[in-house]
Structure formats: structure tokens, C-alpha cells
């Protein structure tokens, strides 16, 4: 059942940092859910035990945790704009 959330979730947070970067139209569905995973790892693995709280990837589902895994997912479209196009939008 967590990794069903962990989906869903990570769409979710993957399709609104494609918004907010503008990168929505190159991306499917499966790169947000891939976007929003990855993100959401970085953002646990990094910022997470900064701030304290329990990172999204335990499970643990509150608006921090949604938050800073948002931010690990524009953080990470960034670079890969980055390293793409040579320049962030």
C-alpha cells in the first residue's frame, strides 16, 4: 500500500514542479511520477534531516513532507534543464 501512495503522491508532486519549472508539455505522466520520486529521494535524503520530520518516502504523508519533496523535484528539473539546455528557465 505505500508504494501505491508513493506513486500517486510523486505524480502528483512531479506533474506540479512540471508546472512550475514549464517543462509540462515535454513530460508525460510516467516522467512526473519519475520526477516526483527522485525528487522526493533527494529531498529526503538532503533537506530532510536539516529541517527534521519524517521524509515522504517512510510513509509518513504531511505538508511538510509534500513540501520539501516539491522542492526536490524543481530542484531536480532544474538541473536537468540545466544540463540540457545549458541555461534554467
Known amino acids: 500500500m505505500g508504494l ?4 500517486i503522491v510523486g ?3 512531479g506533474w506540479l514542479a512540471s508546472l512550475i519549472m514549464r517543462t509540462d ?3 508525460g505522466i510516467v516522467l512526473n511520477v ?3 520520486i527522485v525528487g522526493a529521494l533527494l ?3 538532503i533537506v530532510t534531516p536539516l529541517i ?3 521524509p515522504i518516502t517512510s510513509g509518513a ?5 509534500v513540501l520539501v ?7 531536480l528539473l532544474a538541473l536537468i534543464n540545466l544540463f540540457r539546455r545549458g541555461a534554467v528557465r
Not at 501505491?4 to 506513486?7: R, V
Open 34 to 36: 519519475v520526477v516526483g
Open 52 to 54: 527534521g520530520g519524517a
Open 11 to 13: 505524480g502528483i508532486v
Open 69 to 75: 519533496s516539491l522542492l526536490g523535484a524543481v530542484i
Open 4 to 7: 501505491i501512495i508513493l506513486l
Open 25 to 27: 508539455g515535454q513530460q
Open 61 to 65: 504523508i504531511s505538508i511538510q513532507s
Open 43 to 45: 529531498a529526503g535524503f
